[in-house]
């Protein structure tokens, strides 16, 4: 789309927006009227807030300028797309939800008790998820209609509740024909039409991976990923919503370069026939095999250069995990930039003939690349204001707020981002 008439978009959009500028716009989505206003909660997966310095980004940069922007939302830890995902929809820290990895085990979900983001009999187990209630079930049940273009979990029958609308992920869906799902469904008469959507986009994440956070494939995913939210935008603006929406745009994580000379091998701590790997990567999580708990506590709890482990009762207070049963007994956390692997992993990654992911995420969420993006824009939110830092886990009493829902238990703070609104 020509940059020139994105910056224009956006300058009309935030005009319209001005005229609620003199007047409290309300704190939920309901208006006086009866009438509700959607909220549109999108995440771009991978995107760093310093992102938007790149000037490739028209659409996504017009609205951090007039709406608010986020200096740099904190991930949760581990700071994977799983975990975080179900952090946003329901403010609870991976460690209390249940969906503790990407990757993760649990014996009592027995025969299926390995979760990896590849088997989708496993992804969509509903046992998996259950442990917490995402937004779009706790609207559901308070009432309100929802869709979801694609979010982890929501193609999920959670707690036995799906989304009103929501579709099966597929990569291969084109970032525009996302956006055209969600305008439909925006077109919907009211009573039909969805109070609360979710959009997802992997492209910047997945070009992160591939090439690494400063690569011009992750411009390109910069490029594409604007034009969709610009086509979102446009599609507001005709159907006379662009000031009847509430839009937040967030990210799960950020992104750091790795490369194959920055990688601790567990077999230089441990025997590594001694133990049970459940991951590996930025963060290892493993257990001893029977027998073997001293020896393997003593190799990988002394002091290494590049990766600090702990039990996982002694895991910091501040990464807020370890408590959850598919935590494993022990873990490691390398360096930021650096990997802890073993070295049949390592070979049989690269044995499948595919390039070393130079790019990862995972890390301590107080690693500056962990940052996520976050926007806030519509006539719930104050304009040209800028967000210090703060945890991922604040979002959900924002949302929460917004739709007018009860909130579930959660662990995020609603004073946080209280300030945002008017």
Not at 229 to 258: C, K, P, Y
Not at 300 to 328: F, M, N, Q, T
Not at 403 to 408: A, Q, S, Y
Request: aromatic share 8%.
């Amino acid at each position: 789309m020509n940059p020139s008439f994105v910056r224009l978009l956006v300058l009309v959009l935030t005009l319209s927006l001005a005229g609620c500028a003199d007047r409290p716009a309300p704190s939920s989505t309901v208006q006086p009227g009866g009438e509700r206003l959607p909220l549109i909660l999108v995440s771009l997966d991978g995107f760093r807030p310093d992102y938007l310095e790149r000037g490739l980004t028209p659409t996504l940069s017009g609205l951090a300028a007039a709406g608010v922007a986020g200096e740099g939302m904190r991930p949760a830890f581990p700071s994977l797309t799983f975990p975080n995902h179900y952090t946003l929809v329901t403010g609870l820290y991976p460690d209390h939800h249940g969906i503790v990895a990407n990757r993760m085990e649990d014996p009592a979900l027995a025969p299926k008790s390995v979760f990896s983001l590849g088997d989708r009999d496993a992804v969509e187990d509903p046992r998996w998820w259950n442990g917490a209630t995402p937004l779009w079930v706790t609207a559901h049940r308070q009432g309100l209609r929802t869709a979801t273009m694609f979010w982890p979990g929501s193609d999920v029958a959670i707690q036995g509740v799906r989304p009103d609308y929501w579709e099966k992920f597929d990569a291969s869906l084109p970032p525009e024909r996302r956006v055209d799902k969600v305008l439909e469904w925006l077109d919907l008469p009211v009573g039909q039409r969805p109070d609360f959507i979710t959009l997802y986009f992997e492209h910047v994440d997945t070009a992160g991976h591939r090439f690494g956070p400063q690569s011009e494939g992750v411009d390109q995913s910069l490029r594409q990923v604007d034009g969709a939210l610009a086509r979102l935008l446009a599609g507001l603006q005709q159907r006379h919503l662009a000031d009847r929406v509430n839009l937040v745009i967030v990210a799960d994580h950020g992104m750091t370069l790795t490369a194959l000379d920055r990688i601790v091998f567990l077999d230089d701590l441990v025997d590594i026939d001694t133990v049970h790997v459940v991951n590996s990567g930025p963060e290892a999580e493993l257990s001893p095999l029977p027998g073997h708990e001293a020896a393997v506590e003593a190799g990988l709890l002394a002091l290494h250069e590049h990766v600090a482990c702990w039990r996982k009762e002694d895991i910091p207070a501040r990464l807020h995990y370890g408590s959850h049963p598919r935590v494993p007994s022990l873990l490691c956390l390398a360096d930021s930039g650096w990997l802890v692997e073993s070295r049949a992993d390592l070979r049989r990654e690269l044995s499948k003939g595919k390039p070393f992911i130079v790019g990862r995420h995972g890390y301590d969420p107080a690693v500056p690349d962990m940052a996520a993006l976050f926007i806030a824009k519509g006539p719930a939110f104050r304009e040209r204001l800028r967000q210090p830092p703060f945890d991922n886990v604040d979002l959900y009493p924002l949302l929460t707020r917004l739709l007018g829902l009860v909130p579930e238990p959660n662990d995020g703070k609603a004073e946080t981002l209280a300030e945002i609104l008017w």
